[in-house]
């Protein structure tokens, strides 16, 4: 037998009569009381006519209430329990100190919860209290287990917090608070604050959020915050970088701001903060001398009483590409084949052209060197394009250049266009009549950067060009993907009048060949590539590559392959790192403290090939040091690519320097640029968000308080929990006492005497 007692009542309608019964008799009854009232709406005496009404509304009540025969319904009643979440902020930024040499706010946040523990005690009649820490991820936590273990370096993320909390309120217990403990340092989506798509979807958790922020703002701090710059920038040209640096608690002070690349200071400014919370910009305007990718670092001092210091540093990484191709076109004599690659040079948007005719008459004197008697269609500048200005080019190109004359007005230039190509430029020869026959006497030095030497006099046979194995994969020689449809475009084109014989050097490519001129048994080359130390060169055995630009156009016809032919030497010859056969990325450029810096290498043969089970070894070289501070090694794919790790490593620009060989050969040499930060987002700013804090309460419609407190504040807004039936219910009737049914015909008797008495009856 269940003794529980009652601890619920109600009143209910105990009539076995159906709704619309009740209800037309209800009608019956008000139309009774308005007979009666309408019955004597002519007595002239007031006390009597109200006495008539009140008597007849009383018997209608009194007839309703046997009607509906009331009753009380006596229950047995639980109130479930509601959830209160207790959210701990747990990220990185919680390790800063509330004020300079006092607690963090981690262990502030602990100190409340130990001192709110008696009123969130008194609150679990009502409400199952869940205490979590996060960073951003959920996961339980004590006062205790706060005090004792400090912040992590995670990031706050306030609104995913609250969202996961909210996700598990969907069972019987629903979500009837949150009390959110942190400092408000959010930077994902409330870094802007609580404004848009996070306002609304504060509003969403329709649960009241009460806020308590951590923290004081009044620390001492100076931050890079933000630094704004294009992914790249071009080669001898100027771009500016935009910084925005915060100084808090540095008002009426001047600080240096430097911009370095790679330990070189590239430029600094001096700032003023005019408040002790101010922002100010600077901007760096520089020219890249170099392409390549770069670290580069905005750095300001770090002062002694600093709430953090490692956010006064912020590094990025720069890419400096070519904006155009600048170009020496050094011409022996005009040709038809010098109109048209001058033409091509020029309409390329690409391309810088300067380009000089060297001229001599066949009178002059070939022994004597002077500008005097040189002959050029404008004065040429010999001393300042060979000497003061040859490495501004990126490519020189020697076109039908080769007479005995115009070899000894060169010759004394020789070795500086040698070393222009060892030390990394590029040089193209281009076949004539004269061109790598008699004229590479004078200039021996030179011609040792050619990957071919002369072999005997021009043929002046004509012959279609015929590619070479190497040619189909070469992007030099590459029309389109794939080897077939390459070797097809190349053999639809037609044949060309003469070639100058050459001799391919050992370490030479050669890409096209001539079908039936040989040397040595092999067939001459026409056109040969290879690197010279750090440069590279390309020579073209004719000077008859125009028939492919003139015939390329009769009927209507697409084919452009004599311009991508110049175009893929130019972007091979300057090393575009498309074309490379050893590409390496850091993936990605930017890292954040604590996480694995990664790289991507892509190794081809010198046919460029993919290179499977390539042998590659990648260095991780400290700028600061020039010092590898770490190794790893791996072997390609099938598609010659693989991936590579190191462990997270100290703060600082570094380069990533990357080797590949397949057996014995070597797959060449490649490096790229990382920037591992010193401190995230997370740490980048050490002051306090009250005013987001407040938003979130506001929105939510919970409540702001700071800390420190003595304990749980009591106007915490909370939602009820509901009430529930869990047990029995008995049905206790009013209606069947017997003075009730003396009342009503007290009530009729009385209103008809009293009729009776004043003549309406």
Same mark, same amino acid.
């Given at each position: 037998?269940?003794?529980?007692?009652?601890?619920?009542?109600?009143?209910?309608?105990?009539?076995?009569?159906?709704?619309?019964?009740?209800?037309?008799?209800?009608?019956?009854?008000?139309?009774?009381?308005?007979? *009666?009232?309408?019955?004597?709406?002519?007595?002239?005496?007031?006390?009597?006519?109200?006495?008539?009404?009140?008597?007849?509304?009383?018997?209608?009540?009194?007839?309703?209430?046997?009607?509906?025969?009331?009753?009380?319904?006596?229950?047995?009643?639980?109130?479930?329990?509601?959830?209160?979440? =207790?959210?701990?902020?747990?990220?990185?930024?919680?390790?800063?100190?509330?004020?300079?040499?006092?607690?963090?706010?981690?262990?502030?946040?602990?100190?409340?919860?130990?001192?709110?523990?008696?009123?969130?005690?008194?609150?679990?009649?009502?409400?199952?209290?869940?205490?979590?820490?996060? &960073?951003?991820?959920?996961?339980?936590?004590?006062?205790?287990?706060?005090?004792?273990?400090?912040?992590?370096?995670?990031?706050?993320?306030?609104?995913? /917090?609250?969202?996961?909390?909210?996700?598990?309120?969907?069972?019987?217990?629903?979500?009837?608070?949150?009390?959110?403990?942190?400092?408000?340092?959010?930077?994902?989506?409330?870094?802007?604050?609580?404004?848009?798509?996070?306002? *609304?979807?504060?509003?969403?958790?329709?649960?009241?959020?009460?806020?308590?922020?951590?923290?004081?703002?009044?620390?001492?701090?100076?931050?890079?915050?933000?630094?704004?710059?294009?992914?790249?920038?071009?080669?001898?040209?100027?771009?500016?970088?935009?910084?925005?640096?915060?100084?808090?608690?540095?008002?009426?002070?001047?600080?240096?701001? =430097?911009?370095?690349?790679?330990?070189?200071?590239?430029?600094?400014?001096?700032?003023?903060?005019?408040?002790?919370?101010?922002?100010?910009?600077?901007?760096?305007?520089?020219?890249?001398?170099?392409?390549?990718?770069?670290?580069?670092?905005?750095?300001?001092?770090?002062?002694?009483?600093?709430?953090?210091?490692?956010?006064?540093?912020?590094?990025?990484?720069?890419?400096?590409?070519?904006?155009?191709?600048?170009?020496?076109?050094?011409?022996?004599?005009?040709?038809?084949?010098?109109?048209? $690659?001058?033409?091509?040079?020029?309409?390329?948007? +690409?391309?810088?052209?300067?380009?000089?005719?060297?001229?001599?008459?066949?009178?002059?004197?070939?022994?004597?060197?002077?500008?005097?008697?040189?002959?050029?269609?404008?004065?040429?500048?010999?001393?300042?394009?060979?000497?003061?200005?040859? &490495?501004?080019?990126?490519?020189?190109?020697?076109?039908?250049?080769?007479?005995?004359?115009?070899?000894?007005?060169?010759?004394?230039?020789?070795?500086?266009?040698?070393?222009?190509?060892?030390?990394?430029?590029?040089? =193209?020869?281009?076949?004539?009549?004269?061109?790598?026959?008699?004229?590479?006497? +004078?200039?021996?030095?030179?011609?040792?950067?050619?990957?071919?030497?002369?072999?005997?006099?021009?043929?002046?046979?004509?012959?279609?060009?015929?590619?070479?194995?190497?040619?189909?994969?070469?992007?030099?020689?590459?029309?389109?993907?794939?080897?077939?449809?390459?070797?097809?475009?190349?053999?639809?084109?037609?044949?060309?009048?003469?070639?100058?014989?050459?001799?391919?050097?050992?370490?030479?490519?050669?890409?096209?060949?001539?079908?039936?001129?040989?040397?040595?048994?092999?067939?001459?080359?026409?056109?040969?590539?290879?690197?010279?130390?750090?440069?590279?060169?390309?020579?073209?055995?004719?000077?008859?590559?125009?028939?492919?630009?003139?015939?390329?156009?009769?009927?209507?016809?697409?084919?452009?392959?004599?311009?991508?032919?110049?175009? +893929?030497?130019?972007?091979?010859?300057?090393?575009?790192?498309? $074309?490379?056969?050893?590409?390496?990325?850091?993936?990605?450029?930017?890292?954040?403290?604590?996480?694995?810096?990664?790289?991507?290498?892509?190794?081809?043969?010198?046919?460029?090939?993919?290179?499977?089970?390539?042998?590659?070894?990648?260095?991780?070289?400290? @700028?600061?040091?020039?010092?590898?501070?770490?190794?790893?090694?791996?072997?390609?794919?099938?598609?010659?690519?693989?991936?590579?790790?190191?462990?997270?490593?100290?703060?600082?620009?570094?380069?990533?320097?990357?080797?590949?060989?397949?057996?014995?050969?070597?797959?060449?040499?490649?490096?790229?640029?990382?920037?591992?930060?010193?401190?995230?987002?997370?740490?980048?700013? /050490?002051?306090?968000?009250?005013?987001?804090?407040?938003?979130?309460?506001?929105?939510?419609?919970?409540?702001?308080?700071?800390?420190?407190?003595?304990?749980?504040?009591?106007? @915490?807004? $909370?939602?009820?929990?509901?009430?529930?039936?869990?047990?029995?219910?008995?049905?206790?009737?009013?209606?069947?006492?017997?003075?009730?049914?003396?009342?009503?015909?007290?009530?009729?008797?009385?209103?008809?005497?009293?009729?009776?008495?004043?003549?309406?009856?």
């Amino acid at each position: 037998m269940d003794n529980t007692p009652f601890n619920a009542w109600k009143l209910v309608s105990l009539s076995p009569l159906p709704v619309w019964a009740l209800v037309l008799l209800g009608v019956g009854v008000a139309l009774g009381v308005g007979l *009666a009232a309408w019955g004597v709406r002519r007595e002239p005496s007031r006390l009597r006519r109200w006495s008539l009404w009140l008597l007849r509304l009383g018997a209608g009540l009194a007839a309703l209430f046997f009607l509906l025969e009331p009753g009380i319904r006596n229950l047995q009643v639980a109130r479930m329990k509601n959830r209160l979440a =207790v959210l701990v902020d747990r990220s990185a930024s919680m390790n800063f100190p509330v004020e300079p040499g006092g607690m963090t706010r981690s262990a502030q946040a602990a100190a409340f919860l130990e001192n709110a523990a008696p009123g969130l005690a008194a609150l679990q009649d009502r409400y199952t209290v869940e205490v979590y820490g996060f &960073d951003p991820e959920l996961s339980p936590t004590t006062a205790e287990a706060l005090a004792k273990e400090p912040a992590r370096a995670g990031s706050s993320d306030l609104l995913s /917090a609250l969202r996961s909390v909210g996700a598990g309120a969907q069972g019987a217990k629903k979500l009837g608070g949150v009390l959110l403990v942190s400092d408000g340092a959010d930077n994902v989506e409330l870094a802007g604050g609580a404004v848009g798509r996070a306002r *609304a979807a504060l509003a969403d958790l329709n649960v009241p959020v009460s806020t308590f922020l951590v923290g004081k703002e009044a620390l001492k701090d100076l931050a890079v915050e933000r630094v704004k710059v294009d992914d790249f920038a071009f080669v001898r040209n100027s771009i500016t970088v935009e910084v925005e640096v915060h100084g808090r608690g540095f008002s009426g002070q001047d600080v240096p701001v =430097v911009l370095k690349q790679e330990g070189k200071v590239v430029a600094s400014k001096s700032v003023r903060f005019e408040s002790s919370d101010d922002v100010k910009p600077v901007g760096f305007t520089f020219t890249p001398d170099q392409t390549g990718r770069f670290v580069y670092t905005v750095s300001m001092p770090v002062f002694p009483d600093e709430a953090v210091g490692d956010n006064n540093t912020r590094s990025f990484v720069l890419k400096v590409i070519r904006d155009r191709v600048r170009v020496l076109l050094v011409v022996g004599r005009p040709s038809w084949d010098e109109r048209y $690659l001058r033409g091509l040079l020029r309409q390329d948007a +690409n391309v810088d052209l300067v380009s000089f005719y060297i001229l001599r008459t066949m009178s002059d004197d070939p022994g004597v060197v002077s500008q005097e008697r040189e002959l050029s269609l404008i004065p040429f500048p010999m001393e300042e394009i060979f000497d003061t200005k040859l &490495d501004t080019f990126d490519v020189v190109i020697f076109q039908n250049f080769g007479h005995t004359d115009q070899s000894l007005s060169i010759a004394q230039y020789e070795r500086n266009l040698e070393r222009y190509v060892h030390n990394g430029g590029a040089f =193209v020869m281009i076949g004539g009549d004269s061109v790598l026959g008699e004229g590479r006497a +004078n200039m021996p030095t030179l011609y040792e950067a050619l990957p071919v030497e002369g072999a005997g006099p021009a043929n002046p046979e004509s012959f279609k060009a015929r590619l070479t194995p190497e040619g189909q994969r070469h992007p030099v020689t590459a029309m389109v993907s794939g080897g077939a449809s390459t070797e097809t475009a190349w053999a639809d084109l037609p044949a060309i009048p003469g070639a100058n014989l050459t001799r391919a050097k050992p370490g030479a490519t050669v890409l096209m060949d001539h079908p039936f001129m040989t040397v040595d048994g092999k067939n001459a080359p026409l056109v040969a590539v290879w690197d010279y130390g750090r440069g590279r060169a390309l020579v073209m055995a004719t000077d008859a590559s125009w028939y492919w630009a003139f015939t390329a156009h009769k009927q209507g016809s697409p084919s452009r392959t004599y311009e991508r032919f110049w175009s +893929n030497a130019l972007r091979w010859l300057v090393r575009d790192p498309d $074309l490379t056969t050893l590409n390496v990325t850091a993936d990605p450029p930017s890292v954040e403290p604590g996480k694995a810096v990664g790289v991507v290498v892509s190794s081809r043969t010198s046919d460029y090939q993919p290179a499977q089970d390539a042998q590659v070894r990648v260095e991780l070289v400290s @700028v600061d040091t020039q010092k590898p501070v770490a190794v790893q090694t791996g072997l390609t794919g099938p598609d010659g690519v693989v991936r590579l790790e190191f462990a997270p490593p100290a703060p600082g620009p570094y380069k990533l320097v990357a080797t590949a060989k397949k057996g014995e050969t070597d797959l060449g040499k490649g490096e790229d640029a990382v920037a591992v930060r010193a401190v995230g987002p997370e740490l980048s700013d /050490a002051s306090v968000r009250p005013e987001l804090m407040e938003q979130i309460a506001k929105f939510t419609g919970g409540k702001a308080f700071r800390l420190p407190m003595s304990g749980l504040p009591d106007d @915490v807004p $909370l939602l009820d929990p509901p009430v529930v039936e869990v047990g029995r219910a008995k049905d206790k009737p009013l209606w069947d006492r017997w003075y009730y049914l003396v009342a009503l015909v007290g009530l009729l008797g009385t209103e008809w005497f009293l009729r009776r008495r004043f003549g309406y009856v």
